[in-house]
């Protein structure tokens, strides 16, 4: 359990951007506006990719998106799980999302590059 606290923590600080937080609330905003960030973007790239898919392809992706939702979700609860009742589950959390969340707008990216191909 020390190993997983001292890894957690180690993501924590390398993945946290704003280092001029203070308080675990300045911490927790910081995070949750990062992943925020991240949610504009994914949705941007969503929408430009079901714009050039067929309608048949349009809705296997909002299947694959709805299920992608699912799993990035509970996988986040999992991770911030190990800090439930602790202040810094919110970061844990948040930085969970932001992380899975920049692989699925790498994703998304990809597959718009092989539709303009």
């Known amino acids: 359990m020390r190993k997983l606290c001292f890894f957690m923590f180690l993501l924590l600080v390398i993945n946290c951007h704003n280092l001029f937080a203070q308080t675990q609330a ?6 949750m ?3 925020n960030k991240s949610d504009v973007e994914l949705n941007k ?4 990719l079901t714009k050039i898919l067929s309608e048949k392809s349009k809705q296997k992706l909002v299947m694959t998106q709805r299920l992608w939702i699912k799993y990035r979700d509970s996988h986040c609860d999992f991770e ?11 970061v844990i959390k948040f930085t969970c999302l ?3 969340t920049d692989q699925r707008i790498d994703n998304l990216k990809q597959s718009i590059k092989m539709r303009d191909n």
Do not use: C, M, V
Request: glycine share 8%; net charge negative.
């Open 26 to 31: 300045e911490l927790n905003e910081t995070a």
């Open 45 to 48: 790239y969503y929408k430009e």
């Open 80 to 90: 911030a799980s190990y800090f439930d009742g602790g202040t810094i589950r919110p």
């Open 33 to 35: 506006n990062d992943y």
């Open 98 to 100: 932001k992380n899975i």
